[in-house]
Nanobody
Framework: VQLQASGGGLVQAGGSLRLSCAASGRTFSSYEMGWFRQAPGKEREFVSAISWSGGNGYYVGSVKGRFTISRDNAKNTVFLQMNSLKPEDSAVYYC??????????RGQGTLVTVSS
């Protein structure tokens, strides 16, 4: 499956952004999907994931209660609604699909910059 993330930008602390990830391929609905991020000088970290049905979402502790992951299988798209953004959320965000039990990050990612 090919992935293309979008929706990043510059926002002030406390603001919101909604990331989108468009996927190609007819088997999109069978994949668990997720978001990862990487800040300059830091390792890539898991942010959130959603089951194939959209019924279960998972989050890293630092974003719980602020970020919401969702998906629209009819449109082959997964979203990440990010509220109450903090400067430490600044990073390149990557969309990922879990294939064979392994997360596969594809595409360029989208840059999120949160100013204080």
């Amino acid at each position: 499956v090919q992935l293309q993330a979008s929706g990043g930008g510059l926002v002030q602390a406390g603001g919101s952004l909604r990331l989108s990830c468009a996927a190609s391929g007819r088997t999109f609905s069978s994949y668990e999907m997720g978001w990862f991020r990487q800040a300059p000088g830091k390792e890539r970290e898991f942010v959130s994931a959603i089951s194939w049905s959209g019924g279960n979402g998972y989050y890293v502790g630092s974003v719980k209660g602020r970020f919401t992951i969702s998906r629209d299988n009819a449109k082959n798209t997964v979203f990440l609604q990010m509220n109450s953004l903090k400067p430490e959320d600044s990073a390149v965000y990557y969309c990922a699909a879990k294939e064979g039990g392994i997360w596969q990050l594809r595409g360029q990612g989208t840059l999120v910059t949160v100013s204080s």
